[in-house]
């Protein structure tokens, strides 16, 4: 993730709306990725996501006039490119209600982890591995979707609790609650698989693999 | 009062984060101390985090970003025009 930066990003704004539009892509490029990612974790289709992406880019740009400043750019960004998939779950009949995710939300018990007596630390440099990302891109996938969100939102694009809760319409506590949830399923599914790429021994990671 | 490890287990997320106070996070401590099976939870907890969060775990597709830019272009031309 690329730290946000207010002062440059209200001088591009400044300077597009009076006319600079090719500043635009510095100013949207930054928000690239999260936009990307929060789609793909909607619609659950990388080439929708990525015209859906391409949208949101285009509504962010007609709409700048709008942007009031009172929540990070980038968070307005996530709201719009949010409000983009929802939209298009709507037109596709697939979106489930809201009242069934608050169900979801809070039906759950808190989560029982993977019992483990001991833990050898998975290094990153595991991530070399191909089947360790996919292991990991797999387990995120299958969370239900308000888990996903948050997940995607505080752990892989690091915004706070309050730009996440902005960005998805939900409350700071609700924020924590989901996170929390997530990373228990997240554990259950993934610690008992994880062990096969732990270092054997200490320093011989790189012999082993 | 010592704290069970449900207990524990219920502020595990927060105490990654650094959210819990402090009165709670010493007797987190306390209890990690002598409990195995916690520690490895939380240890377990932190390092699926940590990976999860990796840059190389989630990529672009490829050509991601000149298509996305080209896009805009065409339409940026378009609004000016």
Known sequence: ?????PEFEADCIRRILAGEGELFHALISPCERAIYFML???????????????ETAIKVYLNLKNFRGDSQFRTWVL?????????RLRKAGTR??????????????????????????????ALERQELGAMLRKAIEGLPEIYRNVVLLRDIEEMDVRETATALGITEGAVKVRLHRARAL????????????APRKKGLFGWFK | MRIDCKHVWGHISAYIDGEVDAA???EIDKHLETCEICSAVLDS?????????????????????????????TELKLANS
Do not use: C
């Open chain 1, 1 to 5: 993730m690329t730290a946000p930066n």
């Open chain 1, 186 to 197: 997240l554990q259950r599914e993934l610690a008992p698989k994880l062990e096969g790429f």
């Open chain 1, 96 to 125: 489930r209600e809201d009242s069934l995710d608050a169900e979801t939300d809070e039906q759950t018990g808190d989560y029982t982890p993977a019992i483990l007596t001991s833990w050898r630390e998975v290094p990153s440099e």
């Open chain 2, 45 to 73: 907890t932190r390092n699926v985090v940590v990976l999860v969060a990796d840059g190389r775990v989630f990529e672009l597709p490829a050509g991601f970003s000149a298509r996305f830019h080209a896009r805009l272009d």
């Open chain 1, 79 to 87: 709201s719009i490119a949010r409000n983009e998939g929802l939209g």
């Open chain 2, 24 to 26: 709670m996070r010493a």
């Open chain 1, 40 to 54: 793909m974790s909607l619609l659950r289709n990388e080439a929708e996501a990525e015209d859906a992406a391409q």
